[in-house]
Antibody, heavy 122, light 110 residues
Framework: EVQLVESGGGLVKPGGSLRLSCAAS????????MSWVRQAPGKGLEWVGR??????????EYAAPVKGRFTISRDDSKNTLYLQMNSLNTEDTAVYYC?????????????WGQGTLVTVSS | QTVVTQEPSLTVSPGGTVTLTCASS?????????PNWFQQKPGQAPRALIY???DKHSWTPARFSGSLLGDKAALTLSGVQPEDEAEYYC??????????FGGGTKLTVL
């Protein structure tokens, strides 16, 4: 059974930083392109960014609102995906979901975690 | 800024058929936008239903189907069940690894 478990959410002040983790099991993590999606309270889904597998280059892409502030990384030895969030502002308050976005360039967005809540407030 | 538009809300009777659509502010949606569809119920994570316009995941019920309808992507539910009441989101690819979600359609089964 595939499981993605996010952690690291919490309350942070504007301008602060937070690192989210996503622990994966039940899938070949090293082959997976992974992404982060967020959802502000009562709002719709927003794609945050994705990272390719290392074998496919390991490159990252980000949505405009987070580019330059957020960094996606991965540790295949730990089957874990990360989202480093810096210079946080109140608009970043959301539930953050990790998901398996693709395999070898074919996008599926099939498996999702349950999400972790990030609240940015003074 | 690219905008993806869905119907804010739709109502369907149990056993009926309903089509949800997904439009792009850049023009006609084609297979090159790799439309994806997701279902989300309150308090739950999104669940993937359709990828690459019309391909189903192994868990996607047969009553769900994806297609292109005119200049939009579409999700059709045939023989709607009460448990299909949920928010539905489409997701489109705009190149450069950029993906954009639609605003969601709240489907009521009444």
């Amino acid at each position: 059974e595939v499981q993605l478990v996010e952690s690291g959410g919490g309350l942070v002040k504007p301008g602060g930083s937070l690192r989210l983790s996503c622990a994966a099991s039940g899938l070949t993590f090293s082959n997976a392109w992974m992404s982060w999606v967020r959802q502000a309270p009562g709002k719709g889904l927003e794609w945050v960014g994705r990272i390719k597998s290392k074998i496919d280059g390991g490159t990252t892409e980000y949505a405009a609102p987070v580019k330059g502030r957020f960094t996606i990384s991965r540790d295949d030895s730990k089957n874990t995906l990360y989202l480093q969030m810096n210079s946080l502002n109140t608009e970043d308050t959301a539930v953050y979901y990790c998901n398996r976005a693709a395999l070898a360039g074919r996008y599926y967005f099939d498996y999702w975690g349950q999400g972790t809540l990030v609240t940015v407030s003074s | 800024q690219t905008v993806v538009t869905q119907e804010p809300s739709l109502t369907v009777s149990p056993g009926g058929t309903v089509t949800l659509t997904c439009a792009s502010s850049t023009g006609a949606v084609t297979s090159g936008y790799y439309p994806n569809w997701f279902q989300q119920k309150p308090g739950q994570a999104p669940r993937a239903l359709i990828y690459s316009t019309s391909d189903k995941h192994s868990w996607t019920p047969a009553r769900f189907s994806g297609s292109l309808l005119g200049d939009k992507a579409a999700l059709t539910l045939s023989g709607v069940q009460p448990e299909d009441e949920a928010e539905y989101y489409c997701l489109l690819y705009f190149g450069g690894a950029q993906w954009v979600f639609g605003g969601g359609t709240k489907l009521t089964v009444l």
